[in-house]
């Protein structure tokens, strides 16, 4: 995945939020586990899309917070398919907050690579489907 600053506006964003009071730590930044929630979100969504149905997040492999995310800060999440197994779908996802200081500026604040199993109905793995 492109991680230039430059072409994101070039990007579809999978997902976009803006950061709240609501969605901070004790020291006033947002929290991480929030952040990490969006990504899985996101992440989900380019999973479900490629598997034409249901999903579930089993595994992490990495979690990078390159900078903190601010109250009032748009953040955009830019996810990417970038491995697909049998039943597994792995997923790039790059996270970008978008914010006013005398200017506006884009930072990339976090990036993580996450794991999708494709499930049936009754929960069990089943094959992705890549017509």
Same mark, same amino acid.
């Given at each position: ?8 506006? &070039? ?12 969605? /901070? ?5 947002i $929290? ?11 992440? %989900?969504?380019?999973? @479900?899309?490629?598997?034409k149905?249901?999903? =579930? /997040?089993?595994a992490?492999? %990495? ?7 601010? =109250?009032?800060?748009?953040? %955009?999440? @830019? ?16 996270? $970008? ?12 604040? /976090?990036?993580?690579?996450?794991? @999708? ?11 992705? &489907?890549?017509?």
């Amino acid at each position: 995945m492109a991680s230039n600053l430059s072409d994101i506006d &070039n990007r579809q964003p999978t997902l976009r939020v803006v950061a709240r009071p609501a969605d /901070t730590n004790a020291g006033g930044d947002i $929290f991480g586990g929030w952040i990490m929630s969006q990504v899985d979100i996101a992440g %989900s969504i380019a999973a @479900y899309r490629l598997a034409k149905g249901r999903v =579930v /997040t089993v595994a992490v492999d %990495s979690l990078q917070f390159h900078q903190p995310v601010l =109250v009032g800060d748009l953040i %955009s999440c @830019y996810a990417e398919v970038i491995r697909v197994g049998r039943t597994s779908i792995s997923v790039q996802v790059e996270v $970008f907050a978008e914010r006013d200081q005398g200017g506006i500026q884009h930072l990339k604040v /976090t990036e993580a690579k996450l794991v @999708y199993v494709a499930i049936d109905a009754q929960r069990r793995p089943r094959p992705v &489907n890549q017509e």
